[in-house]
């Protein structure tokens, strides 16, 4: 082949269909609305090393930890010998299968050409169960599973699904989801092995080669053009379970075309924000992405020219046995830290921050209509950061999370919930030259008694910084209806009647409000964004 660069090209546009096909697969085959709806899952292929050749484009960047993690937990454990084709791998551990946090359930497939192993397919789907969980340490979490064959040969080995399926509380959306990941992996892996028939073994193994080093020579090239330099930047991370503030810090060193993030931060705590390292590094890789080159293609190239520290049992990089639930959140402060650092060598590249949150809520019980119990979850947006030339976005998803909005119609209809708001909150994006992005109110009525919720979320104790003169956005809150158990440490019960209304993080403004266009001012108040008090004392703007 000597690496034609279009047959590369080719090749890697066709891996990229690959893994498109595969989400999609999983998605359409899906039982429970987390994954059919709001599409909290992911899809990657890899070469036989391990080593990821493409994600898809509407996976979550942070599930990144999860996918790469396992893959290379397998390829420890299990000689290549020792793997036959039919085979697919299960797992979820962050301490002993490459996971992030439990409930991300990842299988994994080899792929076969000629008796040999030449890549590896793998799809990750949240399954919004383990409801009424503690979260001291990863014990109360939920099940944890090691990299361990669910089918052999083809075969999905019962007893195991059995044993999986037992500890878990909606085992029926279990199973079926279960089934649709085992088929979007079926699928994948005739799709990669057709691309060998297609081009030849040798053919396909260089060019995956040479796409890992095409994106190892571009991403070297993005940060050539960062000056020079030591960045630094500090934040606070608050989320309901700690009564105390937690103090983050990070130094940014750009050398050359390579990259170095020294990260500080407190030992791990009893809570479920704890990180382990690979979703750390899920969020160092995003973040540098989205700063140097955002079209660089997401495969494992990227990772040649970065170096990555944090503190052994720390916050953001734990051991055994930390509860990592809500990592979430914690890695949501990891792109702050890196965008606020950064933010004096490509003041063009930097969004003020976001909402800082993946506010996620947790709903469960046995539904009164049914007598099923039932898990209900949803990670709601918030403001995006203001950017140097645009206004941030409202009401969206923002870095580590890419989940879709789950519809009232049909979160209604699944579970006993009852939605009375959802709107985006006036004046919660920060002011500036251009305006940070709006967050949103959703108000629930629980229609069932004894409904355990739980509530992630941050930002509640600070607000979303502005950049270059900008304001911050508004601080994230949660109210409950009168009569209703108070929220201790992120958790409460409900009871029928009872009303819970969460309002997200809006996002900071970038430059100096008085720089902000009166025809924009104007057409803020005209749409409810920002109020006339707001419009006249801030950017002195009367109507």
């Known amino acids: ?98 996971g992030s946090h439990l409930p991300d359930i990842v299988l994994v497939s080899p792929v076969f050409v000629s008796g040999e192993i030449i890549g590896w397919v793998a799809n990750l789907a949240h399954h919004a169960d383990f409801g009424d969980r ?10 944890r599973i090691p990299p361990v064959r669910l089918m052999r040969r083809g075969e999905v080995q019962e007893d195991l699904f059995e044993l999986i399926l037992l500890n878990c509380q909606v085992p029926h959306e279990r199973k079926a989801d279960l089934r649709a990941q085992i088929a979007a992996n079926r699928l994948a892996v005739t799709r990669f092995a057709e691309l060998s028939t297609r081009y030849g073994r040798d ?117 055994e046995p930390a509860a990592v639930n809500g990592r979430s959140e914690t890695c949501q402060r990891v792109v702050d830290l890196i965008h606020g650092a950064l933010a004096r060598a490509v003041p063009e590249a930097v969004t003020a921050a976001s909402n800082g949150a993946n506010t996620g809520v947790h709903f469960s019980g046995v539904d009164a209509r049914t007598g099923r119990y039932f898990v209900y979850l949803e990670t709601i947006g918030g403001g995006c950061g203001a950017r140097i030339a645009k206004d941030g976005l409202d009401g969206v998803q923002v870095h580590m999370t890419n989940t879709s909005n789950l519809p009232v119609e049909a979160l209604e209809t699944e579970y006993p919930l009852l939605v009375s708001e959802y709107a985006l909150i006036d ?72 009303v819970v209304s969460v309002r997200t993080a809006g996002a900071g403004g970038y430059g100096p409000p008085d720089e902000r266009d009166r025809e924009a001012v104007e057409r803020d108040v005209a749409e409810g964004r920002v109020s006339a008090r707001t419009a006249q004392d801030t950017y002195g703007v009367r109507r």
């Open 203 to 319: 053919t396909l193994v260089r060019a995956s080669e040479a796409l890992l080093d095409y994106t190892e020579r571009r991403t070297r090239a993005a940060i050539s053009r960062v000056p020079d330099g030591e960045y630094t930047f500090t934040d606070i991370f608050d989320c309901p379970e700690l009564d105390e503030e937690l103090d983050l810090a990070v130094r940014v060193t750009v050398h050359g075309d390579e990259v170095d993030f020294v990260f500080t931060a407190p030992d791990q705590v009893r809570a479920s924000v704890n990180v382990v390292w690979t979703g750390l590094y899920a969020a160092v890789y995003y973040a540098l992405k989205t700063l140097v080159d955002p079209d660089i293609v997401p495969n494992a190239g990227l990772h040649r020219p970065v170096r990555i520290e944090a503190p052994s049992g720390s916050v953001l990089n734990c051991v």
């Open 427 to 498: 004046d919660s994006g920060g002011v500036g030259r251009t305006r940070g992005g709006m967050g949103i109110v959703r108000t629930v009525r629980v229609e069932s008694d004894d409904v355990h919720f739980w509530l992630d979320t941050s930002r509640q104790t600070s607000q979303p910084w502005g950049l270059a003169g900008g304001g911050p956005g508004a601080s994230a809150e949660v109210e409950l209806s009168d009569g209703a158990r108070p929220i201790v440490a992120g958790y409460t019960r409900l009871n029928t009647g009872d």
């Open 1 to 98: 082949m000597n690496n034609d660069p279009v047959l590369v090209e080719v090749i890697g546009s066709a891996l990229s269909s690959v893994v498109e096909e595969m989400s999609e697969t999983l998605v359409r085959a899906a039982y429970s609305t987390n994954i059919k709806e709001r599409r909290d899952c992911t899809a990657a292929v890899f070469d036989a090393q391990g080593r990821m050749l493409a994600q898809d484009e509407g996976g979550s960047p942070l599930h990144l930890g999860s996918l790469m993690g396992i893959v290379d937990e397998i390829t420890r454990r299990h000689p290549a010998d020792s793997v036959a084709e039919g085979d697919t791998f299960i797992g979820n551990d962050p301490f002993h299968g490459g």
């Open 134 to 143: 503690g979260h001291a340490h990863i014990f109360q979490e939920g099940l």
